[in-house]
Every structure is written in structure tokens, then in C-alpha cells.
């Protein structure tokens, strides 16, 4: 099995199959893991902003598209954000003759037009994901000038498709990338075959709901993980940002995959069900050879992120109670 057929598997898929097929996933999967984390692409984050993640969220709500489609809507984005971006400044470069005070003058043109396209952008990486997603049920232009014109934004479809194969081009037509849905949805199929873990698939929704939560405030997040991390304990600074992010360990936290599914797995069972969380950290332990203290650093963090916020009454229109 491919790595490309696990990313396409659904919950309820992953929890149907047998026990060696899903531990053939699983096993695909770590060292797909693995692997990314050996080829840490830094540039990436800089793309990750809360009012893109938003917009791509709300894009594939209103186009009732399935689940798993916005996760990789997200990754295809930041993908060719990064490497957009950097092909852009190495011909800057080339163009300007290396001279840094024509490249700075040049590219403030440059970042001004890319500001003006991320829509476009962030509206072919939804069609493209709802494409692999689907072969029957994929995302139409028609579609997404219909949305487009209740915001008063129009497109022509010789520019949708434009845009939408200059993101194939950039990406060299490499779309396929494990979400880490995916990961949360092999896992709780492990625990709820291995552990048992009751009412598994209560326990998935709420870790659908925090992993939304940490896509949209990730920079939170990881300052709260910083904090717990090196013992001090103020309030988490919101005004945290990807360039200083980049600076950071945490960086490699950010890709692990593994990590961010097994902390929302955790936090979801604390949620619901306290006096299991620690089972299942163990279970995770022994079954991934991940960190217990790994695993319990970033489940806290999201929890203390969501409580801040839902204190604060800052959760926005496309997050939902855990209750």
C-alpha cells in the first residue's frame, strides 16, 4: 500500500480495516514522518496565517467539502507559498545582479502583487485538494465564482485554471502529502483495536475540533509549549510570529506529525474521559517510541490555548465547543 492510498483513507475506512493493514499504515506513515522531518523546509511557516487558515476553513465549509479536503488545502498552500516565493527571490537575485539595495527596492513590488494573488492562491489549493479528494464530487469553477460573487469577487474561469496549474507547476505536480487527520485517524483505529478505547469515534470528533484549533492558532500554541518547556509560566504572548518561530526547536515540533496527532489524541481523551489520558500516553509511548512528556507538553498546550481563548471569548465563527 502507498503512502498516497493511506492519505485517501477515511475514519471510518481506517477503523474497518484489519489489524495487519492498519499497522502496514501506520508504519508507512512514521516513516513518511520520518522522512519530512529530515527536510524541514523553514520557509514554510511564514505562510501559516491565521486569516489564510480561516479563509481556506470557511471555503470548504460553504462548498460542503469533506473533511479531510481543508488539512490538505493548508499543506498544498504553504508548499507553494514557500517555493513560490523562493523562486521569485532567486530570480530577483539573477535579475539585480546580486545588489541587495535593488532586490529589497524590487521585491516590496513584488510582495505587494503576491499580496493581491493569496486568495486566487488559497482558492486553487482547495480545488486541487477537493480534486484528489474526490474524483466524483471535486470542487468546480462554476462553483467558486458563485462564492466568489457573494463577496463581491469575481474571476474568470481562464483565471482559475491558470492559477490553479501554476500551483501544480510550482509544486512539479507533487501534491501527495500525509495530513495529519490522517495520522489521528490511524491512531485512534489503533487504540480503539489495542487499548480498547470506548466511544472511539466521540473522541475523533473532539480531536477534529482541536486539531482546528491548532491550525489556526498555532503561534499561540507553541509560545504556551515554550513556556511549559523551559518552567516559566506567564501568560501567553499572542503577538508571537512565524520569523520568530524560525529561530526555534520548535520548528522541528511543527512537522512532527506524529507529535501533533498523538497530543490531540491525548487531549481529546482528557476532555471527554480524564482517568484514561494517561493510558493512552502510554500506550502511544510504546507503540510510536515517542516521549511520554513529548505527548503531554503539547496536549496541555492546546487545552491552555483553548481554555485562554474561550476565556477571552476569542474563538472565531469556525471553532466549536468541545462540549
Not at 56 to 84: G, M, N, Q, V
Given at each position: 500500500?502507498?503512502?498516497?492510498?493511506?492519505?485517501?483513507?477515511?475514519?471510518?475506512?481506517?477503523?474497518?480495516?484489519?489489524?495487519?493493514?492498519?499497522?502496514?499504515?501506520?508504519?508507512?506513515?512514521?516513516?513518511k514522518n520520518e522522512t519530512a522531518l529530515k527536510k524541514l523546509d523553514p520557509?514554510?511557516?511564514?505562510?501559516?496565517?491565521?486569516?489564510?487558515?480561516?479563509?481556506?476553513?470557511?471555503?470548504?465549509?460553504?462548498?460542503?467539502?469533506?473533511?479531510?479536503?481543508?488539512?490538505?488545502?493548508i499543506e498544498i498552500f504553504l508548499r507553494f507559498s514557500a517555493a513560490h516565493?523562493?523562486?521569485?527571490?532567486?530570480?530577483?537575485?539573477?535579475?539585480?545582479?546580486?545588489?541587495?539595495?535593488?532586490?529589497?527596492?524590487?521585491?516590496?513590488?513584488?510582495?505587494?502583487?503576491?499580496?493581491?494573488?493569496?486568495?486566487?492562491?488559497?482558492?486553487?489549493?482547495?480545488?486541487?485538494?477537493?480534486?484528489?479528494?474526490?474524483?466524483?464530487?471535486?470542487?468546480?469553477?462554476?462553483?467558486?465564482?458563485?462564492?466568489?460573487?457573494?463577496?463581491?469577487?469575481?474571476?474568470?474561469?481562464?483565471?482559475?485554471?491558470?492559477?490553479?496549474?501554476?500551483?501544480?507547476?510550482?509544486?512539479?505536480?507533487?501534491?501527495?502529502?500525509?495530513?495529519?487527520?490522517?495520522?489521528?485517524?490511524?491512531?485512534?483505529?489503533?487504540?480503539?483495536?489495542?487499548?480498547?478505547?470506548?466511544?472511539?469515534?466521540?473522541?475523533?470528533?473532539?480531536?477534529?475540533?482541536?486539531?482546528?484549533?491548532?491550525?489556526?492558532?498555532?503561534?499561540?500554541?507553541?509560545?504556551?509549549?515554550?513556556?511549559?518547556?523551559?518552567?516559566?509560566?506567564?501568560?501567553?504572548?499572542?503577538?508571537?510570529?512565524?520569523?520568530?518561530?524560525?529561530?526555534?526547536?520548535?520548528?522541528?515540533?511543527?512537522?512532527?506529525?506524529?507529535?501533533?496527532?498523538?497530543?490531540?489524541?491525548?487531549?481529546?481523551?482528557?476532555?471527554?474521559?480524564?482517568?484514561?489520558?494517561?493510558?493512552?500516553?502510554?500506550?502511544?509511548?510504546?507503540?510510536?517510541?515517542?516521549?511520554?512528556?513529548?505527548?503531554?507538553?503539547?496536549?496541555?498546550?492546546?487545552?491552555?490555548?483553548?481554555?485562554?481563548?474561550?476565556?477571552?471569548?476569542?474563538?472565531?465563527?469556525?471553532?466549536?465547543?468541545?462540549?
Amino acid at each position: 500500500m502507498s503512502d498516497e492510498q493511506a492519505t485517501f483513507y477515511t475514519f471510518e475506512a481506517l477503523v474497518a480495516l484489519n489489524d495487519d493493514d492498519l499497522d502496514e499504515i501506520v508504519e508507512l506513515l512514521i516513516v513518511k514522518n520520518e522522512t519530512a522531518l529530515k527536510k524541514l523546509d523553514p520557509s514554510v511557516i511564514c505562510f501559516k496565517r491565521k486569516n489564510i487558515v480561516k479563509f481556506i476553513f470557511l471555503a470548504c465549509d460553504l462548498l460542503k467539502l469533506p473533511i479531510y479536503t481543508k488539512y490538505y488545502a493548508i499543506e498544498i498552500f504553504l508548499r507553494f507559498s514557500a517555493a513560490h516565493m523562493k523562486k521569485i527571490w532567486t530570480n530577483l537575485l539573477d535579475v539585480c545582479g546580486g545588489s541587495n539595495s535593488s532586490v529589497i527596492g524590487s521585491w516590496m513590488e513584488v510582495e505587494e502583487r503576491l499580496e493581491k494573488q493569496i486568495v486566487l492562491r488559497a482558492l486553487s489549493s482547495v480545488q486541487l485538494a477537493s480534486k484528489l479528494c474526490s474524483m466524483h464530487q471535486f470542487t468546480k469553477n462554476k462553483q467558486l465564482r458563485e462564492l466568489l460573487a457573494k463577496y463581491n469577487l469575481t474571476y474568470s474561469n481562464r483565471t482559475l485554471v491558470k492559477s490553479e496549474f501554476r500551483v501544480l507547476k510550482e509544486l512539479d505536480f507533487r501534491l501527495f502529502v500525509p495530513m495529519p487527520l490522517v495520522y489521528v485517524g490511524c491512531l485512534f483505529a489503533l487504540l480503539g483495536k489495542r487499548l480498547p478505547l470506548p466511544s472511539i469515534r466521540e473522541y475523533y470528533k473532539v480531536a477534529v475540533k482541536l486539531l482546528d484549533l491548532y491550525y489556526l492558532h498555532t503561534f499561540e500554541i507553541f509560545v504556551v509549549l515554550r513556556q511549559k518547556v523551559s518552567g516559566n509560566q506567564p501568560e501567553a504572548d499572542l503577538s508571537f510570529t512565524p520569523k520568530n518561530f524560525l529561530h526555534d526547536d520548535f520548528l522541528i515540533v511543527h512537522n512532527d506529525f506524529v507529535l501533533l496527532s498523538s497530543a490531540t489524541i491525548v487531549a481529546s481523551v482528557f476532555v471527554l474521559n480524564p482517568s484514561l489520558h494517561r493510558r493512552v500516553v502510554s500506550f502511544l509511548n510504546k507503540a510510536l517510541a515517542i516521549p511520554k512528556a513529548d505527548v503531554v507538553d503539547l496536549a496541555s498546550a492546546l487545552l491552555t490555548v483553548f481554555l485562554q481563548l474561550a476565556q477571552r471569548k476569542q474563538l472565531s465563527t469556525v471553532e466549536f465547543s468541545l462540549g
